[in-house]
């Protein structure tokens, strides 16, 4: 079915911003107590780090099965299923009795929270009209990063009450909620699986026909989630070498926060109208040249400053990974193309950290900011390199 020339982002708020919103909060709500559940299990901060890292492997670890789960049985059925195996994942984070336990549950969580998001993907693909795509799609991307804003707020106030549990109740909450609201939507004609006896292509095929693609921009797109993920490393490891308090660090990241999430529409719009270049290269120089600028923040005025360019390139930025898998993405095997393309996506987000640590412990944090600084100015220049002219 074409999506009709007059639809509006409004008519999407109930089938994707509804259950997206939800779902975000509620795992938003967790994502600050991982580390802590670690801690007070007896873990080293070196180990606490690995359990929080295993969300990012099981994301990783999902992405091309997810795609698969997609094409056989479809987009609500595959959202219904990590919806239902993401509570006793939380359930099993807040019981864990060690650390072992406690960092499957958390890989668990990863796998549910990659299919959830591949599944949404796959159907806006499909159900959004491409002159609307890229608005459709930051405007995705605001919701999950508003939902991981207000997420530890009330996550917070559940702790005052029952204590670390509490984070993991909201969140088991949200999820709760986000399945209702799948099971009361009415099935659509994109979210279906393939019928039966119609020829499906394998993964393997289909990323051998579109390994171009996946070499390029799909490279493009791992330094894209290399930057997002590492910003939000280097800004509270350089407040600490300044010495600022935590409170003066949260603020800091906070107000970068803030003008991200403000700045997902603009970007979309930017997209759709004067194409995917016009917010992907200047979102990417920009998030390159604060890094650059890093060592030159000596106090906490000077990391605000940086702290707000990378707000303004992080912002700009939204929505850009799934439009650009959208625009690439075939009309046969298109669940498995998205997988491999999240794949992509979410070993950028997993060594972008992963580049820093290991460069700070080699050198020194500086020089890991210039790398990290020089790594954005090459994918600026990748993906005005590998972007179609007027991708749409």
């Not at 650390?99 to 806006?124: D, F, I």
């Not at 009209?129 to 991981?148: K, Y």
């Not at 579109?210 to 407040?239: C, E």
């Not at 690439?328 to 997988?339: H, I, M, N, T, V």
């Amino acid at each position: 079915m074409t999506a009709p020339a007059d639809q509006t982002l409004r008519q999407l708020g109930p089938t994707i911003y509804l259950p997206a919103a939800v779902w975000s909060t509620g795992l938003g709500a967790v994502a600050p107590v991982l580390v802590l559940t670690a801690t007070g299990l007896g873990a080293s901060p070196a180990t606490a780090a690995v359990v929080a890292g295993m969300l990012g492997l099981g994301q990783i670890s999902g992405s091309l099965p997810a795609g698969m789960l997609i094409s056989r049985v479809g987009e609500r059925t595959t959202m219904t299923a990590a919806s239902v195996l993401a509570a006793p994942a939380l359930i099993g984070c807040m019981l864990a009795p060690n650390v072992l336990l406690l960092g499957l549950a958390v890989a668990l969580l990863g796998v549910c929270g990659s299919a959830w998001m591949l599944a949404r993907l796959a159907y806006m693909t499909e159900a959004v009209r491409p002159e609307l795509r890229a608005r459709a799609m930051s405007t995705l991307g605001g919701v999950n990063r508003i939902g991981t804003f207000t997420g530890p707020f009330l996550g917070a106030g559940a702790m005052h009450l029952a204590g670390l549990d509490g984070a993991y109740l909201v969140a088991i909450a949200g999820v709760g909620l986000a399945t209702l609201i799948l099971f009361r939507l009415p099935r659509v004609p994109q979210d279906r699986s393939v019928p039966a006896g119609a020829e499906r292509p394998g993964l393997w095929a289909v990323i051998r026909a579109h390994q171009r693609t996946l070499r390029t921009l799909g490279l493009a797109v791992l330094l894209v989630g290399a930057l997002r993920a590492s910003r939000q490393t280097i800004l509270p490891l350089w407040g600490v070498a300044l010495d600022l308090d935590p409170a003066t660090i949260g603020l800091i990241y906070g107000v970068s926060g803030g003008i991200d999430m403000l700045l997902f529409y603009p970007a979309g719009k930017l997209m759709d109208v004067y194409g995917r270049r016009a917010a992907a290269v200047p979102a990417m120089a920009l998030l390159g040249l604060a890094h650059l600028l890093l060592p030159l923040a000596g106090g906490p005025i000077g990391l605000t400053a940086v702290a707000v360019l990378m707000g303004v390139g992080n912002g700009l930025s939204a929505g850009l990974v799934m439009t650009l898998g959208a625009d690439a993405s075939p009309k046969a095997g298109r669940a498995e193309f998205l997988g491999a393309w999240r794949l992509c996506s979410d070993l950028g987000v997993g060594s972008g950290p992963l580049l820093i640590g290991a460069v700070t412990a080699a050198s020194t944090l500086t020089i890991a900011a210039l790398t990290v600084g020089g790594a954005g100015l090459l994918c600026a220049t990748l993906l005005r390199k590998w972007i179609p002219v007027r991708a749409t």
